[in-house]
Every structure is written in C-alpha cells, then in structure tokens.
C-alpha cells in the first residue's frame, strides 16, 4: 500500500530552528519543504540541519527568482536562473525540486517551449522537477495547464489547486471541469484550501468552509488513486497555509483571524486521517476515468 509522508513548510515558519523543527515533530512530518538558498553557506547549513535531523527534502525555486516574476524578464533568463538553481539543489539531493515557473503574461508557444527546456535542463541536472500551479506563473489557468499537458505530456506537477479555485472564481466541481490529464501527472500535492474569493479560507475546520475542504480533498483522492495506479510507493503531501495575504486580518488592528501554525497543524492531522480511510477503502480506484469529479 502506498504510504504518505507529510512535510513542513517554511513558508511563514518561526526563523527560530528549534522552534520549527519541534512543529514539524509535532504534526508528524518527516522532511521540510523550504526555498532552495543560492549562496553556499545557506545550502551548507541547510544541508547540515537535515542530515542532523535526518529530514527528508523538497526544494522549492523560483523560475523567476521570486514568486512574482520581473516583467521584464524573458524565458532566458528564467533559464540561465534554473541552470544555476538546479545544480545547487542537486548539492542537497531534494526528493524533488517544487518550480515556480515562467510567466503568466507569455503567449502560449512561449509557455511550452520555456517548460520543455526546463524540463531538459532538470533531467540534465539529475532532479525531479514538479512544475506548481501558481497564479502569476506559467501554469496559472487549468485551462493553460491542460494545453500545456497535451503538448508536454512527460511534466510532473505539484498541485496547488486552491490558485485555480481563485482563478476560476469558483469550485472546479462543473460536469465540464475534467482536469484528469493534469491529475494523472500530479506527483506531489499542497494541501491549502482555497474559496471562490481568495487561496486560503480563514480556517479549513469552520463549518461554513466544509464544501470547499471536500472538494480539495475529492481532488487529493484522485490524484492518489492516480499515484498508486502508477505503482507509487509513496506521495508527498505539504500543509502549505501560510502569512502574505493569505492569513486573514482583522481590519485596523491587523490581528490574524486565526494561529498560522495551528492551521497547518490541523491540515497535517486531518490529511493523514483522510488518508487512512481512503487507503482501507475496499478499493482505491480513480473515480471516473473520463472525469475525477463525476457524481457531484
């Protein structure tokens, strides 16, 4: 049976290590999932805290060197970046390098040829690429996306769905609504709810938020009934709410509606609950082979 492992984002993470490295004990995680330091010293320290820890490792870059990119920038410097970020990623041996990657701004035919040279450059480097859906990158539309899919069929994906439940304006749950291409490419998930007006609820456990958390979570079942059709031993799973915008505030004083930490907490311990029944179910099937989200 495949098994999941959980990890810790850093994203909005107590700089404090021991701090961070007690939450990620605390919600049962065995790796961190953190932005890849470009200067050596940074990747040595990295590198020495999760040998000490014996802590598993994504890599999380950035195409365009931040999450939103320069405008300016064209594919080629996105490309002499990933060059370099992938051979210093390759130093800490990541179970995967988690990309941000391109521009949402590119005409489409930029798109694809920008990935699969991407793409080439991480088979050059020895890594395993996921490409994440991003609003402002590259794979910021499912509908892009599923263009992208038909002309790059061999990409991995890191899926973030609740950018596309902003994007859209709406749960992706439409008879119409048939991402399998993409789901059947999914290798490792980001578990954040998202709603019709924003990526992050206020907080995943509130009743008034119980359609779009079942919705995420029908979305993470197919995409591991998906892995485990394809022979995977093991999916990887990131409880990614995080700060920027994304935590709500209460207006003038800017107090956060909620505790960051104890968010990703709960998400960790519903994901590995939701896991375990989904994994005793009599048979782990996709739901529907021409559309994961039939019968909704």
Partial sequence: MMELKLFRSTWGAPEHWATCLSQLREAGCVGLEARLPMDLQGRQLLSKRLQAEGLDYIATVFSGAEVIPRQGDRPA????HLARAFDAAAELHPQCVNLLAGNDRWPLSEQVDFLGQAQALADSAGITCTFETHRASSLYSPWVTLDIVRQLPQLRYTADISHWVVVCERLLDDPLDDLTPFLQRVHHVQARVGYAQGPQVPDPAAPEYAAELAFHQRIWETIWASQLQQGYATT???PEF???GYLHLAPFTRAAVADLWQLNCWMAQQERAHFTRWSQQPVAQPHAQSH?????
């Fill in 77 to 80: 410097t996105h490309l002499q």
């Fill in 236 to 238: 990887t799973l990131t």
């Fill in 242 to 244: 995080g700060p920027d």
């Fill in 292 to 296: 994961p989200m039939a019968g909704l």
